[in-house]
């Protein structure tokens, strides 16, 4: 299992652990994703598409908060997931963050699930 971090705890809010889980990359962001924070998320994603993964899991339930900013990354990595076959599972949301994807209605965009497990379980794109 191959795993990294981006960030740390002294040059931001938002650290990003990745991790291989069989076909899907899972991608962990804690603490705050907004227009500082959002090259922290951005580029772990990316780099999960260029090595190949078109399925990837992002693990929201150490995310704390997200604008819009933010919800634009996983919108981006969503249609470059897409494009590649694939898709983007967002998992464990907390309840204010899963707030901002109704309010703006990127659920309806997004497939869901209630834990990590489910969106590892699930073998749709």
């Given amino acids: 299992m191959d795993r990294g971090t981006v960030g740390s705890a002294q040059s931001g809010r938002l650290l990003v652990e990745v991790r291989e889980e069989g076909a899907s990359a899972v991608v962990t962001p804690a603490g705050e994703l907004d227009h500082h924070t959002a090259d922290l998320l951005r580029e772990p994603l990316d780099a999960c598409l260029a ?5 990837l899991v992002v693990d ?3 995310l704390e908060f997200c604008d819009s900013t933010g919800l634009n990354v996983l919108l981006g990595a969503r249609l470059k997931a897409e494009a590649a076959g694939g898709g983007v599972h967002l998992a464990g949301m907390l309840p204010v963050v899963a707030r901002v994807f109704e309010i703006t209605g990127a659920d309806a ?3 869901v699930h209630d834990t990590l497990a489910e969106a590892l379980a699930d073998d749709s794109g």
């Fill in 51 to 55: 090595k190949g993964f078109n399925r």
């Fill in 109 to 111: 965009v997004f497939t």
């Fill in 60 to 62: 929201c339930s150490r």
